[in-house]
């Protein structure tokens, strides 16, 4: 789950202490030795000291491919991802195999906090620091654009990517100012849950979708809600908002905010709480975890969430009875890790070789496969995929829809007013259009930055 993430990533299912819950709204922008760098508020976990080097940082990446370390010499590079359980083993094995194809690159492995806060403050050390390692790392995809503008990342066009490849939503996530800074490595596109001996057919539009919840609740008794959503004030709140106004056609644009279709999907998630009642007033202390636990566990006939919940119904009321769509009828947050190289890197060649590897379709699908996240590439989503798990047939229509958070170096600022309004919301403190127009103003200053 990385996390964009916001969702649980495979390792940190079941341990709700230890799962990575994107707690980006706690970040600022702040001006830094690289020009802007964000820093990250402790949430939990602990940070982990690497050595950087005394060189210190450029706001422009200092090297291309062709002044790179040669890929064909003996070398070592750092990768540095934050899995752990079955992400971690899978990203063990594929580096391995590729350590077999390339024998003379040895890729040593920095395993960084599984708390996305720390494991953002962790790289931020770094690279303020002017360390040339991490070679190649693990990104959120709200990081790119900011670490770009910091000077922090590597462009990539020189190595001319075929990013036609992937899915464009999460492509968009690792540009900036036209060059791409980032390859997508998995997708990790949000959607509704819901169960389908409850539901015979899938909702159509937002109004059928709750009378559907309403109905449910009525039909079966043991469902404590008809609607559960990310509601606490954290970044997963964000991408379950953008998730439902990408459905009534609205759009995070943080020059143009307060708009009848952001104020409509405003007031639905309002509406489910104190009109309907399809949710629960806990729904504001909700983060995924909560969200996946109540609908395998068979309390909610609907859920706002991301793909991992597949890996969790086993043995369940759920099992064999779950549908995956987007928001009635084209809403989908996109979240997901992409893979970048480090500015002051002196191995990109060998770096940008490894990122060749990790995305390609057959260890794509191997990594789907043992960790259930979705691969970046649509033409990885084959028949021998769906035919160990066949769910990513729904996941990958959501993949193709998702919608990005805002690419802006200032994201941090506009996620943390973003959820400022959903909580005033959520907690019944201001209504809707007041909450959605005040934070239009203070998002609409960040706008372009």
């Not at 890929?71 to 899978?90: M, N, R």
């Not at 996305?116 to 303020?128: A, G, K, P």
């Not at 999460?170 to 060059?179: N, P, R």
């Not at 509601?231 to 020059?255: C, D, I, Q």
Request: aromatic share 8%.
């Amino acid at each position: 789950m990385r996390r964009g993430k916001c969702g649980l990533r495979a390792g940190e299912r079941g341990n709700v202490a230890a799962v990575r819950k994107w707690m980006r709204g706690h970040r600022r922008v702040v001006a830094g030795l690289a020009g802007v760098a964000l820093v990250a508020a402790a949430c939990g976990g602990t940070s982990k000291t690497t050595t950087s080097s005394s060189t210190p940082p450029s706001s422009t990446p200092s090297s291309s491919p062709s002044s790179s370390a040669a890929a064909l010499g003996k070398q070592t590079i750092v990768f540095a991802e934050s899995g752990l359980g079955p992400e971690g083993k899978a990203t063990q094995a594929a580096v391995n195999a590729f350590m077999k194809a390339n024998p003379n690159i040895t890729v040593k492995i920095q395993v960084l906090s599984p708390n996305s806060t720390t494991y953002l403050s962790q790289l931020e050390h770094d690279f303020i620091a002017g360390s040339s390692t991490p070679d190649v790392f693990e990104s959120d995809v709200t990081y790119p654009a900011a670490f770009a503008q910091a000077g922090w990342v590597q462009a990539l066009d020189s190595y001319h990517p075929n990013v036609s490849q992937y899915f464009q939503g999460e492509v968009k996530a690792g540009q900036y100012k036209g060059k791409t800074y980032a390859i997508p490595w998995f997708d990790n596109p949000e959607g509704v849950f819901y169960r389908t001996d409850l539901v015979k057919t899938p909702p159509k539009s937002a109004a059928q979708l709750m009378a559907d919840a309403l109905a449910a609740m009525k039909k079966d008794h043991s469902l404590k809600e008809g609607l559960a959503f990310e509601g606490a004030k954290y970044e997963g709140a964000v991408t379950a908002y953008l998730t439902v106004l990408s459905g009534f056609g609205g759009k995070l644009n943080p020059s143009n905010l307060d708009t009848p279709a952001n104020l409509k999907a405003l007031e639905f998630l309002h509406d489910a709480i104190y009109t309907t009642h399809v949710s629960p007033q806990a729904v504001t202390g909700w983060q995924e975890g909560q969200v996946q636990a109540e609908f395998s566990s068979g309390h909610t006939a609907f859920a706002i969430n991301y793909p991992f919940v597949f890996s969790t119904l086993k043995g369940g009321p759920a099992e064999g009875h779950t549908g995956f769509i987007p928001f009635p009828t084209k809403g989908s947050a996109l979240g997901g890790e992409m893979l970048a190289i480090n500015a002051k890197s002196t191995h990109k060649a060998a770096a940008w070789k490894l990122i060749q590897y990790l995305t390609s379709p057959k260890t794509e699908i191997t990594r789907a496969l043992a960790t259930g996240d979705p691969p970046s590439r649509p033409s990885a989503y084959t028949s021998a995929l769906y035919s160990k798990a066949p769910y990513f047939r729904e996941v990958k229509v959501l993949a193709a829809d998702a919608q990005p958070r805002p690419v802006s170096p200032k994201y941090p600022q506009i996620s943390s007013d973003l959820q400022d309004m959903l909580s005033s919301v959520f907690a019944n403190l201001t209504t809707p259009q007041k909450a959605l127009a005040k934070a239009a103003s203070q998002v609409k200053s960040l706008a372009g930055g």
